[in-house]
């Protein structure tokens, strides 16, 4: 997967993918090259077993600002010079649209856990990335909201009305969708929204200690993981949600990885997985 971007850095540790959007003087603020990278971006990493874990992150004081409004008002994602520029006001939302919500789907198909580093604000489109990432960790600046009902949008945007619910109960959930009140790191932490609420300069360093744990396990596994977690999210029953967890540990069962690490436990010693 080829890392050249223009809008967002790609800082590669091994299997661990720290993305960067990078538009800090726009705070980020999804333009119509920002989300063809991130589209790119999440697009390839679904067929990326070497990448084994994701941090996204915003470049500078903020994790991002929402859509570029400057960019939506006069219909046209003119720095993007791709085939996000679309002319007309009505048809260039359509096909935003439809961009912006695939990126989130894909961040769900992808394999790897993301976890999402949050500092400053995450608004709008920028708080639907949050909230599809497996896991949020937050500086003490974060400021979240579903800012699109606050400029004449639905509160429903880009998988808010699926996750948040989910994350954080119905009844709180449609209070913030309904509203579009901004949750503070604080209220963010005791209401489940996030992991962790950590100090501004030690944000990057609890995102990557968290992924260089993820990072001891077999890859296999924790691809399986995440796989039957998205699954069972919306299972039907309990007995469904069984039936996925029985066929992957199945399957898992017979790797060289579950081998090792059987023998590496009964020896005191940290496995050395390879992906069989």
């Known amino acids: 997967m080829a890392d050249e971007y223009k809008t967002l850095e790609i800082e590669r540790r091994g299997p661990l993918a720290i993305v960067s959007m ?89 394999p790897q856990p993301i976890i999402g580093a949050v500092n400053g604000h995450a608004i709008g489109g920028g708080f639907s990335l949050a909230l599809a990432c497996d896991v949020r960790i937050v500086s003490e600046s974060a400021r979240m909201n579903a800012g699109y009902i606050r400029i004449g949008l639905s509160g429903c945007d880009m998988g808010s ?39 501004e300069d030690k944000l990057m360093d609890a995102a990557v200690e968290l992924a260089e744990e993820m990072l001891l396990t077999a890859p296999f596994g924790l691809r399986m993981t995440k796989e039957a977690y998205n699954l069972n999210v919306d299972a039907p029953s309990l007995e469904s949600a069984i039936n996925i967890e029985n066929r992957n540990q199945s399957l898992l069962s017979f790797t060289e990885d579950h081998r090792e690490g059987g023998i590496a436990m009964f020896e005191k010693r940290k496995p050395v997985y390879r992906d069989r």
């Open 22 to 110: 990078n538009r800090p003087a726009k705070l980020n603020a999804l333009s119509g090259q920002l989300i063809a990278d991130l589209h790119n971006c999440f697009s390839g990493m679904c067929h990326d077993f070497k990448t084994r874990v994701i941090i996204l992150r915003g470049a500078g004081r903020a994790f991002c600002a929402g859509a570029d409004l400057e960019q939506l008002t006069t219909g046209s994602f003119t720095d993007a010079g791709s085939q996000y520029d679309m002319g007309p006001v009505q048809y260039h939302y359509h096909m935003a649209q439809s961009v912006l919500s695939e990126i989130v789907i894909m961040m769900r198909r992808c």
């Open 161 to 199: 009305s699926y996750f948040l619910p989910r994350i954080i109960g119905f009844s709180r959930a449609a209070e913030y969708l309904y509203t579009g009140r901004v949750i503070d790191a604080a209220t963010a932490d005791r209401i489940g929204l996030v992991s962790r609420v950590v100090a």
